[in-house]
């Protein structure tokens, strides 16, 4: 595992590299990275969302308006939370809209990534014509709200 860490070193300093080319390579994708704003002497990355521009399209044009919110642990040797948002196609199939890396499932960063997809999928009117499924964990109902 130590191994393992030590190559690592450094990649988070390269976040908005990735970032970069995601939106280099993905015009109208939203990517967004947070570091930790309590930590001023060095970066430390806290949180990144995506929601790559063929993705945002294919569910504006051609899926159902439900949209799934689930959280996950990313276990290893760099812990956090994987949220994503999973919308169903025309042939009743998973698709996949956005998802980001969290410190931790809790109302605040539900609510952050909520906010970008928001603004991703165009909703308007406190979500009007579209429902939203979730196991209702960690601030979620909250977040929705």
Known sequence: MEKII???DGEYARV???QLE????NPGSTIAVTL????LNIN?????YMCLDGCKKGFLAG??????????????AFKGQLLCAIGRDANNQMYPIA?????????????????????????????EG?????????????AVK
């Open 6 to 8: 030590d190559l690592s």
């Open 16 to 18: 908005y590299d990735y």
């Open 22 to 25: 995601l939106l280099r390579s």
């Open 36 to 39: 930790n704003p309590e930590i």
């Open 44 to 48: 430390v990355f806290e949180r990144m």
């Open 63 to 76: 899926c159902r308006r439900v949209v799934g919110l689930d959280g996950c642990f990313l276990k290893g």
């Open 99 to 127: 998802w980001a890396i969290v410190e931790v499932e809790s109302y605040e960063s539900w609510y952050w990534f909520i906010g970008f997809l928001q603004k991703d999928l165009q909703i308007n009117n406190n979500g």
């Open 130 to 142: 579209r429902v939203f499924i979730s196991d209702q964990q960690k601030g979620l109902i909250r």
